[in-house]
């Protein structure tokens, strides 16, 4: 076990809308920490202050308000029947959460501490542009890189598809797809010989599949969620209404992530010569339900795709790999 508090080497982390997750390495074994990226405001009492210092609830005081984070934050939202707030949405700081850099804050010096030694090297992932908007993500990384030289460390941004490749394609001379399906954001990077050529991100994600199955079933979206991450089998309609609804906001999520990698790579001038297929990875959480990988093969079957693939297949560590991958980065 890795001592987080001596541990003076690089680091990688995955700033995520539903997770923000920290890697390191040491002899050659990779360690992740992780916390929710969420939190819960409770009205300020002494008592109440006592006991979550009693219980080592991760907490802050803030007025009159107590700030619980991070997953004793949705702890307590499932004792008091309340939904945990996030400081993200969309993967980058929620503009209409006056909490939000606070608690990233909280969360990320929980996970990361103060740097060991002066300099010490971190990459974090941010998202690429996204596809229809060419917005960028300026304001959220620029505070995140604050957040972290505040606390002492060389910090340096990463896309978040390029760090997949980097977590994933090592075999591959870092030379491939990598995508993360997210809460907040697919991002996805074409890399060759670990060169990002093609980078971006769309917001039909975790979050739009369980807000639009949510919507048509009168659920809470929190309820989608849970459904989708316990027990969801994504392998046709069924009798249940939950399920169908997730499944076609599934189908629906698949077939525009695949034809917008098509056609990013298809309108992409002067793409560099290929003369081996290569290799395809998808991680993050919105892919872990059986049946993904098969749905979004048969997608990519049905469409005229531009590249030849070698292989197409889920992470084995899919809520780690981008953390990794920043880490391997890092390590470069």
Do not use: W
Not at 229 to 240: A, K, P, R, T
Not at 278 to 290: A, D, E, F, R, Y
């Amino acid at each position: 076990m890795i001592n987080a508090e001596e541990y003076n080497q690089p680091l990688g982390l995955d700033v995520g809308t539903s997770r923000i997750v920290v890697a390191r390495c040491a002899d050659g074994k990779y360690e992740y920490e992780s916390q929710l990226n969420a939190f819960l405001t409770l009205p300020y009492s002494k008592l109440a202050v006592s006991l979550l210092e009693r219980e080592n609830v991760f907490h802050e005081v803030k007025g009159s308000e107590i700030v619980v984070f991070g997953n004793d934050a949705q702890r307590f939202a499932e004792i008091f029947h309340a939904d945990a707030r996030r400081p993200m949405v969309n993967g980058v700081l929620n503009p209409r959460e006056p909490h939000g850099l606070a608690v990233l804050r909280a969360l990320i010096r929980k996970l990361v501490g103060t740097a060991a030694s002066a300099g010490q090297k971190v990459f974090f992932s941010v998202p690429a542009p996204l596809a229809c908007a060419k917005d960028g993500v300026s304001y959220h990384e620029a505070s995140i890189h604050q957040i972290l030289t505040e606390l002492g460390f060389d910090a340096t941004p990463i896309e978040e598809g390029l760090a997949v490749v980097f977590g994933e394609l090592g075999g591959a001379n870092y030379t491939g797809i990598g995508i993360s399906c997210g809460s907040g954001l697919c991002n996805v990077c074409l890399a060759v010989l670990s060169v990002p050529v093609i980078s971006f991100s769309l917001h039909k994600a975790g979050d739009f599949i369980d807000e639009q199955a949510g919507m048509v079933t009168g659920e809470l979206a929190t309820r989608m969620r849970v459904e989708k991450e316990q027990s969801f089998y994504l392998n046709g309609m069924s009798g249940d209404r939950v399920r169908n609804a997730l499944t076609v906001y599934y189908g629906e999520m698949i077939a525009n992530l695949v034809e917008t990698l098509r056609s990013e790579i298809a309108s992409t001038q002067r793409l560099p010569k290929l003369d081996q297929s290569i290799p395809l990875v998808l991680s993050g959480g919105t892919v872990l339900p059986k049946g993904f990988l098969e749905h979004f093969q048969k997608a990519l079957r049905a469409t005229d795709f531009p590249l030849r693939l070698s292989e197409v297949r889920v992470s084995g560590d899919a809520l780690n790999s981008t953390a990794r991958g920043a880490l391997m980065a890092a390590l470069c």
